[in-house]
C-alpha cells in the first residue's frame, strides 16, 4: 500500500479522535485533514521507525493541541457542583468511606493492551462519560498535557479540573470492569 | 497526646482521591505517608491502583496509535 492510500484508512479513526477532543466536526476535519496533507507534503519525514499511525497521530495531536490553546479561552467548561461530586461518590463509597463494592485485581491487563476489542470497549467506555468530563481526561491521558495547563486553558481551578479527572478515571475503571475484565475473569 | 499512626488514617474514599491525584502531581509528603500506610493494609484500594495504571498504560498507547 503507497502511503497516500494508507493515510486514507487513518482517516476515519483520526477524526475521531479529534472529534472526541475538540467536539467539532468541522475543526476536527480541518486538522485531520492538516494532518495528512502535512504528511503527503513531505513523506521522507516519515522514517518508519515508527507505524504510520503512530507517526501520524502525534501530529494529530500537536494541531488538537494548538487548537485547543488558541481557543481556550472560548471554551466554557461549566465546573462540577458540590452535590454533583458528592452524589457521584456516594455511589462509590459507603457511609464509612469503604468501598460499597470491592474493586477486583484485574486478571492479565497486558493481554487486554494486545487487543483492538479491549481498546473498542475503552472507547466506547469513554464515550459514555459526560462529555466534559472525557474531554478533560484526554486532555491528561491522551494529549498528556500538565494539570496545571488543562486548568489554565480552560480556566477552571486545579481542585476541580482534579476531581473532574478523578470522577472520569472512576467511570472509567467501572465501565470497563463490567464490560471487560468481569467477562475476562 | 493523639498517636501519629490514629493521625495518619484515611479511610478508601480519601485513598481514592489520593490515587487519582498521585497521577497527576507528586503528592505533598504527608498525602504520600497516609496513602502508602492505606495501601499497605488495603487489597481493594491497591487493586484501584493497580486498575489505574493500567487505565493510563491504555491511554498511553492509544495516544501514540499502536
Known sequence: MDIAAELSSLHQPLLRFAQLQLRHDSLAEDVVSETLLAILETPERFEGRSSLKTYATGILKFKIIDVLRRRGREIHIEPLGEQSVEDALDALFAADGHWREAPPAWQHPERALEQAQFFDTLQLCIDKLPPKLARIFMMREWLELEIDGICGELQITSNNCSVMLYRARMQLRECLQLRWFEGAA | ?66
Open chain 2, 1 to 66: 497526646m493523639s498517636d501519629p499512626a490514629e493521625d495518619d488514617h484515611i479511610d478508601c474514599r480519601a485513598a481514592s482521591h489520593l490515587l487519582s491525584a498521585a497521577q497527576d502531581a507528586p503528592l505533598p509528603p504527608d498525602d504520600e505517608r497516609r496513602l502508602l500506610a492505606h495501601l499497605t493494609a488495603c487489597s481493594m484500594c491497591r487493586n484501584v491502583q493497580g486498575q489505574l495504571g493500567v487505565l493510563r498504560d491504555a491511554l498511553r498507547k492509544l495516544g501514540r496509535g499502536d
